[in-house]
């Protein structure tokens, strides 16, 4: 199972980004699918997650600004970031969870925030 995301850049504040998370490989069984993200001298924060039932939660940080959601037919994630700041630059992580815990990675894709 592999996690191949993308969709990060360079973007003014105020401006929006949409990060894609693909999962490839047979699973059999997903519970929930999600983002982090670590800023540089930060600890890895959860931004958002979502459920196999479609519940959602977020980084209170980033409550009415980002929205998660996926595409079953697609094996993809999204995460829709809006109104962008400075403080949500941050190398973001989308992972998978199949047995509790996130379980699988996908690699960084950098989201800066700067005029």
């Known amino acids: 199972v592999q996690l191949q995301a993308s969709g990060g850049g360079l973007v003014q504040p105020g401006g929006s980004l949409r990060l894609s998370c693909t999962h490839s490989?047979?699973?059999?069984?997903?519970?929930?699918m999600g983002w982090y993200r670590q800023a540089p001298g930060k600890q890895r924060e959860l931004v958002a997650v979502?459920?196999?039932?479609?519940?959602?939660n977020y980084l209170d940080s980033v409550k009415g600004r980002f929205t998660i959601s996926r595409d079953n037919g697609k094996n993809t994630v999204y995460l829709q970031m809006n109104s962008l700041k400075p403080e949500d630059t941050a190398v973001y992580y989308c992972?998978?969870?199949?047995?509790?815990?996130?379980?699988?990675w996908g690699q960084g894709t950098q989201v800066t925030v700067s005029s």
């Open positions: 979502i459920t196999n039932m479609d519940s959602t």
């Open positions: 992972y998978l969870d199949r047995w509790g815990m996130p379980d699988v």
């Open positions: 490989g047979s699973i059999f069984r997903i519970n929930a």
